[in-house]
């Protein structure tokens, strides 16, 4: 079948979603863009691809009645143990990368009891951590290789350093060195052989109630299905960087725009908070941008301003939103500026005020700057949607709530929870019509 | 960008005649020493330039001086040692790149120290901070200063009472205190001749203009622009050289217009013209050929833009009158781009959006220029209520390079043309 692709390459992650011909969404996927926005263009592309092939899978299921009721936990179970298979191969790049990169007069005559102890640690990972990593409860914090991999092998690699009298800053460096080799380089795209076996660990995983048998032959129709990338657009700060031509290319203001319109077709004004950028965008009622308007060289009151004000308070940027949901006073904060914002911080501690108080006031200050963007672009219209990755932070949802209803009354806020795909999505529609309706 | 990876700029020999104009004029300037000639300082909008010459006097215009520091890439350091000397960081760059050349020893671009000026002569002609400026300028040098207040068009219209009372002014101040700087006697039959050559260059410099409404349009009425008029309101207005210069353009453009050429570029004539803007607001100059070729890398032409107008709406019917040359100067002040009020400016926009046949409205709004950027986003609200035609908003500065980010110019300028593409065909592309 033929595919439609749209990939965003954001300043902080880089979004894919794959659509088929009549504009159904099959994929999505999402990687860190780092430093390597070529690495993270396939990586985000082939994760959307392992998306949409589940999404096929899903297709024939629900044509079984022998199966029926049970879709979701099978789609559960293959997603889980394909994730697994794709842990364990990624743990033997970086198990061998490991060994590869002990070498150097500072491990010279250690090198042996080195490799041993890192054999010993990645036998570990692969045969206790990745099951309970992937068993049917399991919470797992992040989706990304590095952070499952990375906080497992620090505390293995403790232990098994200790018992094997090896210096465990010898193993973190091998780590450290190989991580961002492995990082860039994507997983085999060998994807049905993992959706195979996969397929195996979920027949297990089941129940004796249900027809297990039933279950190969969907999954075999669903993974013969040909995928054919058909047509790609590019979008974000790193399109330039995407080996396409200029046709292939859109900004990410459009692509904001037609996603949201695709989301809500009812929406006119649309709010893209992004790592690096602000962007009030007014639509028309079908999807076309009729004005926008974005922060100027300053990235004040961007994303980028919450990962600075993280940094600052020595938090993860996801912890954030919840500790100023917890406020209960209301402190005013004057700079959206990124410099300032950390002065006003510690001054404000300085004075004893809560932290939880000087986030709310600072999540605050965002939105003040993103409502002075979106009221020069042409203020807000019903219906009003909020895309980007701050959407997803609900402190700064609330003060948006607040503000939006002070100064533009009862106006429906649509907030996707697939929001951060919005751009992405908007791409791949444009890859579909430059095709389909051309 | 460094000079050495730029690719060759093609020039036409308008563009070498020009050049050597402009250098002729800094040869001029800082040669007064030598020659003694008599200096004046003043500036660009409403400029006096054929009654300057009455009393074979050079003049110097700050504004010009700030522009060509720009373009070389030397400002940034300026303006940052204004702001050392306590000048703060939204104040206009033009006045700031001013008063840091000053402190760099005052060096012209052909690297020979300016002159300090005899007089100083302050035109009002819509931005108050000329008043600001010229007040540093005269604690600086202490020399005599004339104003010439020209009575701002609030309700959009010239009365005879406002003229009257610029004639009054020129004859009652400003040629007086010309007679006593410069020691010439003021005569009137020699100024009718200069605001004859004046009239014969700026039916060219009109039609130059104009021939933007050809498609493809031979010219490029924004970046090009600011070549083409460039003698016209610096210097040269008045001069032989002006009208052999504006001779020699329209000559070169009939051509363009025969061989269906599109505006030349410093990489070249630019190929397919796909989208035809006007533009309102001051250029960047601090990255002048970068910002250029945002636009010509798209096949983005400037058809109109209102910042070539700040030296004179010639195109709206004005010339300069020997038959009556004191009323005739009142008239050009008062009617400058900058002296007009937002509905003036909007209709002027508006005209030239349909006149020109353009896909949109882009405005550059200058980061330190609250003359020319307050209420622009009020003019492009209006502009797109009464075409139904895109506009666009972007933000740089005159010649403060901290304040141009590529990046975010680019980013808008892509957004903006793929705007102008969605909309135009609309319709067939519009089920979701």
Redesign the interface.
Known sequence: MECFVGIDLGSTTTKAVVMDDK?QVLGRGITNSRSNYDTAARVSKLEAFIDARLSLIRRELDKEPAVAGRVDEIIDGLTRNFRREQFIEQLGDLEQTCVANVEGPRFAGKEKAIVGALTEVFRRLREEEADKLFAPDAQRKSDFFRDLAGSRFMQIGEEVARANGVEFDHLLHMYDKSIIEVENRPPSADMNRKFRSAMERVRGEMSSALDTAALGAPIDAALDIEMSERYVVGTG?GRVRLPFPKEHI?????CHG?GA??MY?KTRTVLDIGGQ?TKGIQIDD????????????CAAGTGRYLGYVADEMNMGLHELGPLAMKSTKSIRINSTCTVFAGAELRDRLALGDKREDILAGLHRAIMLRAMSIIS?S?GITDQFTFTGGVAKNEAAVKELRQLVKENYGEVQINIDPDSIYTGALGAS?FAR?AVV?A | MSAKTNPEVIKESSMVKQKGMIAGNYDRLTGTKESGEKVVSTFVPGNLNELIMCFDMVNNLPETNAIQNGMRKQSGGMIMDAEKAGHSEDVCTYVKADIGMMGRGNIAPNGKPMPAPDMLLLSYTGCFTFMKWFELLRHEYKCPTVMLQIPYQGDGKITKNMRDFVVKQLKEEVIPMFEQVSGVKFDIDRLREYLKNSAKAEDNLVWVLESAKNRPSPIDAYFGGVYYIGPMFTAFRGTTDAVEYYDLVRGEIEQRIREGKGPITPEGDMKEEKYRLVVEGPPNWTSFREFWKLFYDEGAVVVASSYTKVGGLYDQGFRHDPNDPLGTLADYCLGCYANNNLPQRVELLEKYMNEYQADGLLINSIKSCNSFSAGQLLMMREIEKRTGKPAAFIETDLVDPRYFSHANVKNRLESYFQMVDQKRSGASLATA
């Open positions: 504009g700060y859109r900004s990410e203001i459009l037609l319109h695709l077709p950028d079908k999807g076309i941008v009729v004005n926008f308007q974005m922060n100027d060289r020069r042409g529609e019509r309706e």
